[in-house]
């Protein structure tokens, strides 16, 4: 079954401090991985996907099959990062259908 | 840009009445997508369709129907409302391009009393 952990429901740092938002899964086959973000008052939105590789907003996310996760990275964390971080894991079927997970609410301290 | 547009923002329902939620999207996107969002519990998919006239339930699609007779065009329908369906709603979209990208709406939060 497929299947999405965020521990940390809420997490808060200081500005300027790292930040590490966890996410693990389970999937038996080839994971697609991602992570979106809501901030406030605003839609939900795409921030990053693993396949891509890429640096959004100087957050990255590596990968790692050996312990099933996927954790989003910052080395300085800004006030803007405040929001909502959703991890997500690509279905199984054709329709690009995601499986979420529960969500951490990041709150960057002044 | 990419647009989904769910035409209610705020909607109060009694116990027992039907609810429709719409959902339009204007990128010519195959797949659709009705998520339920309550604190704590993250994203549910209810119901998803990849073409007109199809579609596939989610984890969570008790209570709830849907209807896609237009490829732009998505309805959420809860037959009899019940307090328990007290939620925001997100409706999202999708193409054929790299998958995982969803466009999502604004949502739309639904309270029944």
């Known amino acids: 079954a497929q299947r999405v952990t965020q521990p940390e429901k809420l997490l808060s740092v200081f500005k300027g401090a790292p930040v590490e938002l966890k996410c693990n899964y389970s999937?038996?086959?080839?994971?697609?991985l991602f992570w979106y973000v809501q901030y406030s008052r605003q839609r939900l939105q795409l921030l990053l996907r693993?396949?891509s590789r890429e640096s959004i907003k100087g957050f990255t996310a590596d990968l790692n099959k050996g312990e099933t996760s996927f954790h989003l990275k910052k080395p300085f964390a800004q006030e803007e990062d405040s929001a909502m971080y959703y991890c997500a894991l690509g279905g199984s079927t054709g329709a690009n259908n995601l499986f979420f997970g529960t969500g951490t609410r990041l709150t960057v301290i002044p | 840009d990419v647009k989904v547009t769910q035409s209610s923002r705020y909607l109060v329902k009694r116990t027992g009445e039907k609810v429709f939620l719409e959902c339009v999207q204007d990128?010519?996107?195959?797949?659709m997508f009705w998520y339920r969002q309550d604190p704590g519990l993250g994203l549910r998919l209810i119901y998803f369709s990849y073409d007109v006239k199809m579609k596939e339930k989610g984890d969570i699609p008790e209570g709830y129907s849907v209807s896609r007779e237009k490829k732009e065009r998505f309805s959420l329908i809860l037959e009899s409302a019940s307090t328990n369906q007290t939620s925001m709603y997100l409706c999202?979209?999708?193409?054929?391009?790299?998958?995982?990208?969803?466009?999502f709406g604004e949502g739309s939060r639904l309270t029944v009393l």
């Open positions: 999937y038996s086959g080839s994971p697609e």
């Open positions: 999202a979209s999708s193409g054929t391009g790299p998958t995982g990208e969803l466009f």
């Open positions: 990128m010519d996107h195959e797949n």
């Open positions: 693993h396949i």
